[in-house]
């Protein structure tokens, strides 16, 4: 860290950017001598943040700082429905609480809710508002599972490519960004770099000034793509056919590596077979590319070396999502381009970080609640389902006809309390109208705990007012590097605003939960994610405490790593990471077979194809609704936010003014329909509608239209992209489908 004069009244403290994005930079804060934050900037010390920050948290003190903040606990009005609130004037429906009186209420309430229809009619719903170990599963786990509350499925943004991933090579790591320089060609696979993984860029840079190409598969001309060497516009979720086509080239042409695929890899000659079938014409046909493409684009990769694949999880954001993601990371074990420093892939680095999340999550503590077993399962991509079908059907009555106790079924209740934090679904889960409709019902108890009034405060209970990563302590990996960084707190949390880790701690110990783990400090907690001074599922002791312990981390790659050294440097590398390291290049494997695998048996076992293939997803141009639905849908995410964070930020909406409420639509699709750049549109589906206006830019394909997220009470009708998108899962790790899509559109 820059050093700060000893006379000079400002400090400098080591931070962790945690909102959801590979980079997780290191950050450097200046605070003044009243503690105000005054400063941002990228930790230069960092190999990969070197020194600079993204567009968007480069203004972050703007958040940090909103007149907007939610300060104070705040509960619902009687009589105030919960309807979507005008934005500035929330407050209208809440009255200001203290804590105590929150806590009690919320407690007494959960407690009423469990007794009354079981405590799995409790749903906490949560995702990656911060990806920091303790902010984003921690003390909250232990809450829920000690409670006895459903279980949240985490899937909604890479649980099928994660999934393929592993099916593929066991463990989600790939290759070094920092070796992303060396390449020579690099393949940015649905992977809008210069919008969302930033500080990999200059890598591209350097790499290109020394004669590397860039080459960019995705279906939108994002801001990478514009800068590309070559934009391949393929059609949205065509990408198992490309990558099973470019391997039918590879094999017919013999540019395989055989050294490499006997030595690492199974189940090569029944890949071999698969792909026969994915002629270069054939795979044209659904791709929209030339047959001579599908073949240029197969050759320039197997014959370039070092050849690295940057592939991102929007590719798997389809019904054949998994599928595409293992076809496509099986493209460098078959031309053994792990073998080349700056070759290989990499889809997410976070499977190097080996945190003790047994002692950090307490999954030990569901025996311990009502249910003795642990609870049922809710997918959060369901949540729509959940909130209006799930247990609804159950209810009985009596023979004079009136209302008995919801029965318990093998499904279980019906959702009676929702409990969000870490998340926005009124805005970012799919099937938009359903979810609304869900968290509109008077019966359901709904808690959320945010920073700002959103999309899903506004039919909130209680509102709680949560911390910015600058006003706590916190620990974190990374899925785009191999360094693991301590957060510390820089500035006091603003008003009365709390960590996660305090509220659940706080929660439990009100719901008369007895175990010491809820008395758990955030410093204790950290040192059982690194493994220090605990052993089992027991109490923590006062070694976990902070009071004595400066040992090493016991966790596999984190050996070296003490707490104290890593306040004093602020982010350390994993072990493995070390100079000149290369991921797949010897044995074992962690797969069951001990090798890389083209075939699973895992999905053999459980009756699936256990080769990648390319299905056609039903909500697709090949599919049965294409007839009254012909064109294909892409709700983007926005580029100045990060999902719906900073989407309520005038500075940011300002940076992506040019794009809302925009629907870009290819000419020819919209002389069809007589649409004129400018015209307000209407596009639409079975599920919902939405009014835009056409934006004809050359952004899409013929046949695919794409419009941005945003929060639906910032749009004049209040909707947003995903009254569109369906709950219809991935076909590996049941996943969220937000690319697979069929709409209509029409002049308004």
């Known amino acids: 860290m820059p050093p700060v004069a000893d006379s000079s009244p400002l400090r400098v403290i080591h931070t962790v950017c945690s909102h959801d994005c590979p980079d997780s930079c290191g950050v450097l804060v200046t605070v003044d001598a009243e503690g105000r934050a005054i400063k941002l900037q ?123 991933w592993n099916l593929v090579y066991g463990k989600k790591i790939g290759t070094p960004t920092e070796d992303f320089g060396l390449a020579k060609l690099i393949v940015a696979w649905g992977a809008n770099i210069h919008g969302n993984n930033i500080h990999l860029w200059p890598l591209i840079v350097e790499a290109r000034r020394n004669g590397a190409r860039l080459i960019v598969i995705d279906p939108y001309r994002t801001r990478t793509a514009a800068l590309a060497d070559w934009h391949i516009a393929i059609r949205p979720g065509t990408d198992a056919a490309l990558a099973l086509g470019m391997m039918h080239v590879i094999l017919r042409d013999g540019l395989e590596d055989r050294e490499y695929i006997d030595r690492m890899t199974v189940g090569f000659a029944q890949l071999a077979g698969r792909v026969r079938d994915y002629t270069p014409e054939r795979v044209a046909a659904w791709t929209g590319m030339t047959a001579g493409e599908v073949e240029q684009l197969a050759r320039e990769y197997a014959t370039t070396r070092p050849a690295v694949i940057r592939l991102n999880y929007g590719v798997q954001r389809n019904e054949n999502g998994g599928a595409s993601v293992r076809a496509i990371v099986m493209l460098p074990a078959l031309t053994g381009a792990w073998k080349h420093r700056g070759g290989g892939a990499q889809l997410s680095t976070s499977g190097g970080f080996a945190w003790n999340k047994k002692d950090v999550e307490r999954p030990d503590l569901m025996l311990a609640s009502p249910l003795a077993r642990p609870a049922r399962m809710v997918n959060m991509c369901e949540l729509g389902q959940a909130l209006t079908e799930l247990g609804k059907d159950r209810e009985q009555t009596t023979g004079n006809g009136e209302q008995k106790e919801e029965s318990q079924t093998q499904e279980g209740p019906r959702v009676h309390a929702l409990f969000v934090y870490n998340s926005n679904p009124g805005a970012v889960a799919p099937n938009h109208n359903a979810v609304r409709r869900g968290l509109a019902r008077p019966d359901l108890f709904t808690v959320v705990h945010d920073i700002f009034f959103n999309d899903t405060t506004d039919y909130a209970d209680y509102v709680l007012p949560a911390t910015t990563f600058l006003e706590h302590t916190d620990i974190q990996g990374a899925y785009g590097h191999y360094f693991v960084q301590l957060s510390n707190q820089a500035i006091e949390p603003p008003g009365e605003a709390r960590s996660n880790v305090w509220l659940f701690g706080q929660l439990g110990q009100r719901m008369g939960f007895d175990e010491d783990c809820f008395r758990d400090t955030p410093e204790a907690i950290i040192r059982q994610g690194l493994g220090i001074g605990r052993s089992g599922n027991g109490p923590t002791d006062n070694s976990a405490n902070g009071h004595g312990s400066n040992g090493h981390s016991t966790n596999a790659g984190m050996e070296h790593i003490t707490l104290e050294e890593l306040r004093e440097r602020g982010h350390i590398p994993l072990s493995f990471h070390r100079e000149g390291w290369q991921p797949y290049t010897s044995g074992p494997v962690p797969t069951p077979s001990g090798k ?106 013929q046949g695919v239209v794409a419009g941005r997220l945003d929060w639906a009470k910032l749009h004049p009708e209040g909707e947003n992209v995903n009254v569109l998108t369906s709950e219809r899962l991935t076909d590996l790790g049941r996943g969220a489908t937000f690319y697979s899509v069929l709409v209509e559109v029409e002049k308004a």
């Open 42 to 164: 990228g930790d230069p010390a960092h190999p990969v943040t070197r020194g600079f920050l993204c567009g968007k948290v480069a203004k972050y003190l703007d958040r940090v700082y909103s007149p907007d903040r939610v300060l104070h606990p705040l509960k619902r009005k009687p009589g105030a429905a919960k309807a979507q609130l005008v934005r500035g004037r929330e407050h209208e429906a809440f009255e200001r609480i203290g804590w105590n009186e929150a806590l009690d209420g919320i407690a007494t309430r959960l407690k009423e809710t469990a007794e009354r229809y079981g405590p799995e009619s409790i749903l906490p719903y949560s995702y990656a508002g911060t990806i920091a170990l303790l902010g984003y599963g921690s003390m909250d786990r232990r809450f829920f599972y000690r409670l006895g509350a459903s279980q949240l499925d985490r899937t909604i943004c890479s649980e099928a490519g994660g999934v393929a």
């Open 596 to 701: 890389i695998e083209f075939t699973s048996g895992e999905l053999a076992a459980q009756g699936l194809d256990p080769l990648p293939a390319y299905v056609p997803p039903v909500e697709s141009r090949w599919g049965s609704g294409a007839e009254r639905y012909p064109l294909e849908f892409l709700g983007r995410k926005g580029d100045n936010y990060m999902n719906s964070t900073f989407a309520n930020l005038e500075g940011h909406r300002m940076m992506e003014a040019a794009n809302r409420r925009r629907l870009e639509i290819h000419p020819d699709d919209a002389r069809a329909r007589g649409i004129a750049d400018g015209d307000a549109v209407r596009i639409f589906n079975d599920r919902g509608s939405l009014r835009l206006t056409a934006m004809i830019n050359g952004s899409v394909p």
